[in-house]
């Protein structure tokens, strides 16, 4: 009896702790969306004022921070596209082949995922600088892909670790070229492992503060235009739209994960 | 035959990694040695970069007030290490022994915060915490205090700060090493008359450490470089190296100083890396 009560006192403890720690992590969101209903129409708009949907009628008519917005978009899209593209027949390269320098290119691979953000950011600046990039979209597309590169491959190498290269043979046994084997063997196989990557590379590049800062010229991310805001208060519009943000990854991520997490159900089942 | 064999491999392999490889040496490795170059450089007095060999950026390192910000930045960076792991260690072991089912909720529950931006979250708990924020008028309704407590800018909030970016990156080794360990080896030990910390510390933690060891590379070292924590909570109180590279990068605009400041981050790194290797560490852990 005693030890039972004791297994249930240790249980009830795990569980006490572990919500405290969701508490913990779910505590700025709860005061973000709840900001986002604040009445409050003074700066800094900290206080509790009452209810209103006002800020989302707002958010609409404010151009600067929409504009912030689909520029963060833009850059995540195009510098997701390129990475995974760049990475992934990069991961199967590495994979496939043994050439010289592959311990260089490993290393410099790991530089982006090890080194300080700022590191990255001003060595990209100065870069910039002198071969004379214009700062913008195009640097940021620049920069956003040189750190989520690494991801996408790990990501991909992961998949690789379990992938069986004769059916690769077997493909080109039966009269397939590299080119046909490529998309037609290996790319199906690696799907979830890109998926992973791309996922992540978009993550990476839309909530991405420290390189676009260093490297944005006049072009206003969604993240700098928070940073902005920051000093003088942030208004409760920006919290609206990060609200609508969140809510909107959700679903997107959720319905991914369903479909990766099916693919892999039917995959397995075709190798039963 | 081989010979043959390797020919036609060398050009497939060079058209599927020669692009990354450019990519990361142009964007990568270029712009770092250049970096290493700029800090012996001397600035003209319009604070232009001047290709003129000095070391007079390495001697302003020793700056006894920069070397207190160091010392500020590796124990701000020690603490929310430490904390991490004592935080991330328990809570991760409970859910990666959860039903299978429930577990991928609880885990994805851990990633979903970070889906919002981390700046607006830092101001988040900016709002929660300030003199006029949320918990300091709840408590004043409640007449629990007199006048709002003063929770702002200083190094615990701070800590708090960098704990909560960073967070999410010690539970995913953590949970990667836990969640493979085998039940049958703690069955094993307790049938063998093992107590539960007997357990713990023979069993569970030698064969976790690894992930401890990736967590705290994760988390000590963008530490160092999060200004922005720094700056929205510890409201200049609590400067880290990371501040001080970025106001010679934006505002103090002596680019060959920022450059040697962040030399010392690059040093810290490798040095932590190679520590990371020694220990037996695997770079792969590394990639989350």
């Given at each position: 009896?005693?030890?039972?009560?004791?297994?249930?006192?240790?249980?009830?403890?795990?569980?006490?702790?572990?919500?405290?720690?969701?508490?913990?992590?779910?505590?700025?969101?709860?005061?973000?969306?709840?900001?986002?209903?604040?009445?409050?129409?003074?700066?800094?708009?900290?206080?509790?004022?009452?209810?209103?949907?006002?800020?989302?009628?707002?958010?609409?008519?404010?151009?600067?921070?929409?504009?912030?917005?689909?520029?963060?978009?833009?850059?995540?899209?195009?510098?997701?596209?390129?990475?995974?593209?760049?990475?992934?027949?990069?991961?199967?390269?590495?994979?496939?082949?043994?050439?010289?320098?592959?311990?260089?290119?490993?290393?410099?691979?790991?530089?982006?995922?090890?080194?300080?953000?700022?590191?990255?950011?001003?060595?990209?600046?100065?870069?910039?600088?002198?071969?004379?990039?214009?700062?913008?979209?195009?640097?940021?597309?620049?920069?956003?892909?040189?750190?989520?590169?690494?991801?996408?491959?790990?990501?991909?190498?992961?998949?690789?670790?379990?992938?069986?290269?004769?059916?690769?043979?077997?493909?080109?046994?039966?009269?397939?070229?590299?080119?046909?084997?490529?998309?037609?063997?290996t790319l199906p196989v690696l799907a979830p492992g890109?998926?992973?990557?791309?996922?992540?590379?978009?993550?990476?590049?839309?909530?991405?503060?420290?390189?676009?800062?260093?490297?944005?010229?006049?072009?206003?991310?969604?993240?700098?235009?928070?940073?902005?805001?920051?000093?003088?208060?942030?208004?409760?519009?920006?919290?609206?739209?990060?609200?609508?943000?969140?809510?909107?990854?959700?679903?997107?991520?959720?319905?991914?994960?369903?479909?990766?997490?099916?693919?892999?159900?039917?995959?397995?089942?075709?190798?039963? | 035959?081989?010979?043959?064999?390797?020919?036609?491999?060398?050009?497939?392999?060079?058209?599927?990694?020669?692009?990354?490889?450019?990519?990361?040496?142009?964007?990568?490795?270029?712009?770092?040695?250049?970096?290493?170059?700029?800090?012996?450089?001397?600035?003209?007095?319009?604070?232009?970069?001047?290709?003129?060999?000095?070391?007079?950026?390495?001697?302003?390192?020793?700056?006894?007030?920069?070397?207190?910000?160091?010392?500020?930045?590796?124990?701000?960076?020690?603490?929310?290490?430490?904390?991490?792991?004592?935080?991330?260690?328990?809570?991760?072991?409970?859910?990666?022994?959860?039903?299978?089912?429930?577990?991928?909720?609880?885990?994805?529950?851990?990633?979903?915060?970070?889906?919002?931006?981390?700046?607006?979250?830092?101001?988040?708990?900016?709002?929660?915490?300030?003199?006029?924020?949320?918990?300091?008028?709840?408590?004043?309704?409640?007449?629990?205090?007199?006048?709002?407590?003063?929770?702002?800018?200083?190094?615990?909030?701070?800590?708090?700060?960098?704990?909560?970016?960073l967070f999410p990156f010690m539970v995913l080794p953590?949970?990667?090493?836990?969640?493979?360990?085998?039940?049958?080896?703690?069955?094993?030990?307790?049938?063998?008359?093992?107590?539960?910390?007997?357990?713990?510390?023979?069993?569970?933690?030698?064969?976790?450490?690894?992930?401890?060891?990736?967590?705290?590379?994760?988390?000590?070292?963008?530490?160092?470089?999060?200004?922005?924590?720094?700056?929205?909570?510890?409201?200049?109180?609590?400067?880290?190296?990371?501040?001080?590279?970025?106001?010679?990068?934006?505002?103090?605009?002596?680019?060959?100083?920022?450059?040697?400041?962040?030399?010392?981050?690059?040093?810290?790194?490798?040095?932590?890396?190679?520590?990371?290797?020694?220990?037996?560490?695997?770079?792969?852990?590394?990639?989350?």
């Open positions: 009896m005693k030890r039972r009560n004791k297994i249930a006192l240790a249980k009830i403890s795990k569980i006490i702790y572990c919500s405290l720690v969701y508490l913990f992590l779910f505590l700025p969101i709860v005061v973000i969306v709840a900001n986002s209903f604040n009445a409050t129409t003074s700066k800094p708009y900290l206080t509790w004022k009452g209810f209103t949907f006002a800020w989302y009628g707002k958010l609409f008519q404010n151009t600067a921070l929409l504009d912030s917005f689909r520029t963060t978009i833009i850059i995540a899209v195009i510098s997701t596209i390129l990475a995974t593209c760049i990475g992934t027949i990069a991961a199967v390269g590495m994979y496939k082949y043994k050439f010289k320098g592959k311990n260089t290119i490993d290393a410099l691979l790991y530089i982006p995922v090890v080194i300080p953000e700022i590191v990255l950011g001003i060595s990209l600046l100065t870069l910039f600088t002198k071969v004379n990039i214009p700062r913008g979209i195009l640097s940021l597309v620049i920069a956003h892909i040189t750190f989520s590169v690494p991801y996408v491959i790990f990501n991909i190498r992961a998949r690789l670790s379990g992938y069986d290269n004769s059916i690769e043979e077997a493909s080109m046994d039966l009269g397939a070229n590299r080119i046909k084997t490529f998309f037609n063997i890109i998926a992973g990557g791309a996922l992540l590379a978009f993550t990476l590049s839309i909530d991405d503060v420290i390189i676009s800062y260093f490297t944005n010229g006049q072009t206003k991310t969604f993240p700098l235009k928070v940073m902005e805001s920051i000093k003088s208060g942030v208004s409760p519009d920006v919290n609206a739209l990060s609200t609508l943000i969140l809510v909107g990854t959700t679903i997107i991520v959720v319905l991914s994960q369903s479909g990766i997490f099916s693919k892999n159900k039917t995959q397995k089942a075709i190798k039963n | 035959m081989t010979k043959h064999n390797l020919k036609s491999n060398t050009v497939p392999a060079v058209v599927m990694v020669g692009p990354v490889a450019l990519w990361l040496s142009f964007f990568v490795a270029i712009p770092l040695l250049y970096v290493l170059v700029m800090s012996f450089c001397s600035i003209d007095e319009h604070y232009n970069v001047i290709f003129k060999f000095t070391l007079v950026n390495y001697q302003r390192l020793f700056n006894p007030n920069y070397v207190q910000i160091y010392g500020q930045s590796i124990l701000i960076a020690f603490l929310t290490t430490l904390i991490c792991i004592l935080l991330a260690y328990p809570f991760t072991m409970f859910i990666s022994r959860t039903l299978s089912n429930k577990k991928t909720i609880l885990y994805m529950l851990v990633i979903i915060p970070f889906w919002t931006n981390s700046l607006i979250r830092i101001y988040g708990w900016k709002t929660f915490l300030g003199s006029t924020g949320w918990l300091n008028t709840t408590l004043m309704h409640l007449h629990l205090i007199d006048k709002p407590l003063d929770l702002l800018y200083n190094r615990g909030t701070t800590v708090l700060g960098m704990v909560y970016c953590l949970y990667t090493v836990l969640e493979k360990l085998d039940q049958n080896l703690l069955e094993a030990s307790s049938d063998l008359g093992a107590k539960g910390h007997t357990t713990f510390f023979k069993i569970v933690l030698p064969l976790s450490v690894s992930g401890i060891f990736s967590g705290s590379i994760m988390v000590f070292i963008p530490t160092l470089g999060y200004f922005f924590v720094s700056d929205i909570l510890g409201g200049g109180n609590t400067d880290l190296i990371g501040n001080l590279i970025e106001r010679q990068f934006q505002s103090g605009n002596n680019w060959s100083l920022g450059a040697a400041l962040s030399i010392i981050l690059i040093l810290i790194t490798l040095l932590l890396v190679k520590l990371y290797q020694k220990c037996g560490g695997d770079m792969d852990n590394l990639g989350v």
